[in-house]
C-alpha cells in the first residue's frame, strides 16, 4: 500500500514537473513576442548630427520607434526629412519619403575590410532635392550614413531644368552634386518636351 502511495505522489510530481515545462515554453513564445513592440517611441522629432561641432544633417519625422536588441533599430512608419548641410552653413539637399528604417550591418570598405555602417532605408515617394533645381524621385534609396553616399537599385526619374533623365541603379554624394544613373533608358529635353505636348 505505501508503494503504492509513492508511485502515486511520484506520478503527480512528474505531471507536476511537465506542466512547469510547458508554462515556461508559452512564456518564452510570449517574450519573444514582446521583443517586437518598440522600446522607445517618440513624436514630432528632431534630430541633429554634427561634426567638427558644426550640424551637418538635420533629420525631422511625425513618428520615431526604436528597437532594442542585437543592434539598435530605428523605424520612421509616418515619413521623414532630411536636409543635409553644407560648409556655408545653409542646405545643399533635401530628402523626403513616406518611411524609413535605420540600422547598422557589416559592409566592405575601399580597402577591402568589413566595417560597421549605419544605413538609412527610405522607401515609397522618395525625392531628393538639391540647391541648383535638379530633383530624383524613386520608390527606395540607402543612404550610407558614414561614407556619406545615397544608392539606389531601383527605377529612378531626374528631373532637371532642363532635361529628364530615366534608368536603373543612381549613385550620389549627399549633397546631390556628383551623380550617375547607372542604366539609362531615357532621356527628354524640357524645352522638345513642352513644345510636343503644346503641339
Do not use: H
Amino acid at each position: 500500500m505505501i508503494k503504492r502511495i509513492k508511485y502515486i505522489f511520484l506520478f503527480f510530481i512528474v505531471i507536476l514537473f511537465f506542466s512547469a515545462c510547458e508554462n515556461d515554453i508559452s512564456a518564452v513564445k510570449k517574450f519573444s513576442y514582446y521583443q517586437d513592440i518598440p522600446s522607445e517611441i517618440a513624436r514630432d522629432v528632431e534630430m541633429m548630427y554634427s561634426d567638427s561641432l558644426k550640424v551637418r544633417v538635420i533629420v525631422r519625422a511625425p513618428l520615431l520607434e526604436r528597437f532594442s536588441g542585437a543592434s539598435l533599430v530605428e523605424e520612421f512608419n509616418e515619413g521623414l526629412e532630411v536636409d543635409f548641410i553644407g560648409e556655408n552653413l545653409r542646405p545643399t539637399s533635401k530628402l523626403t519619403a513616406n518611411k524609413a528604417k535605420k540600422e547598422t550591418i557589416n559592409i566592405k570598405d575601399e580597402k577591402g575590410r568589413f566595417v560597421r555602417e549605419p544605413i538609412v532605408v527610405v522607401q515609397e515617394n522618395v525625392i531628393l532635392a538639391n540647391a541648383n533645381g535638379d530633383t530624383l524621385k524613386t520608390e527606395e534609396l540607402v543612404w550610407f550614413e558614414n561614407m556619406g553616399k545615397l544608392e539606389s537599385e531601383k527605377f529612378v526619374t531626374i528631373i532637371k531644368p532642363e532635361e529628364i533623365i530615366y534608368g536603373y541603379g543612381f549613385d550620389t554624394d549627399k549633397e546631390f552634386s556628383r551623380w550617375r544613373i547607372r542604366q539609362v533608358t531615357g532621356r527628354f529635353k524640357v524645352d522638345q518636351f513642352k513644345k510636343d505636348f503644346q503641339d
